[in-house]
């Protein structure tokens, strides 16, 4: 069951870098049916470019941090994925907050150029009837 994900992974990492399904099917050894039934139910082209590559970097870096013995150069490149990896993460909104619609803050006692006409009216015409002594 694990195989059968990493495969079904190791394929879309192979058209996302512009293999025809038919060659995947090829290099893969898996039947090209197969290929492209997974390429319409996971929706490989709908994939945003963004997620593209940080589904990649994060095989990468997956792949990096289970090898037993690391030399420096593996540790500079996951230094430099993960660099990355935080950039993409920071240009990006939030995906808990992205489907979340805030309103908009509502102006404190604030009132608009018509009420703000209407309150001039009626407090001259207050005061006009407070000045003829109607009050």
Known sequence: ???DAFVRQRARQLYWQGYPPAEISRLMG?????IYAWKKRDQWDETPPVQRVT???DARLIQ??????????DFKEI????RQLKKLHDGQPDVMAAGKKGR?????????PEQIAALREKN????GVASAGLV
């Open 55 to 57: 589904q990649s970097i």
């Open 79 to 82: 230094d430099l994925l993960t």
């Open 124 to 127: 001259h015409q207050q005061a």
């Open 104 to 112: 908009a803050k509502k102006l404190k006692n604030h009132f608009t």
């Open 64 to 73: 990096l941090t289970e090898k037993q013995n690391k030399t420096g150069g």
């Open 1 to 3: 069951m694990i195989q």
């Open 30 to 34: 898996i039947n090209p049916n197969t």
